[in-house]
């Protein structure tokens, strides 16, 4: 399941509260702020989703992330991966390397990763 680009950024929001409530959530917005409602209406979706869920106090409530911000990246990058590089991660990797602005010195970086998981690879 996916998360719209007006929830992934109240996710974010709550990723770095790891708890809030919903006046955390909107004091969190820079100007011009979303509606209360807005709010509301959003985390009630990612609720039924199962991105979110919430503890009760009165009738306040404390909001928290169900799934970790790593777990969903994951989940959408494997996605991209398998809908617009025909499940190939090699196509993405080319893709990103050569259609972005990568420095040098990021290049590197990209390159030490790659040899340093292909050498856990080989010791399992």
Known sequence: MKLSPAEETLMHHLWTAQKAFMKDL???????????????TLLKRMTEKGFVAYKEYGNSREYYPLIDKNQYFTQHV???????FNNSASQFASFFTTETNLSGKELDELKAIIEKEIQKKKEQ
């Open 78 to 84: 494997n996605g991209l991966i398998k809908t617009f």
């Open 26 to 40: 909107l004091e969190a917005y820079p100007e011009p702020k979303p509606a209360a409602t807005t709010i509301a």
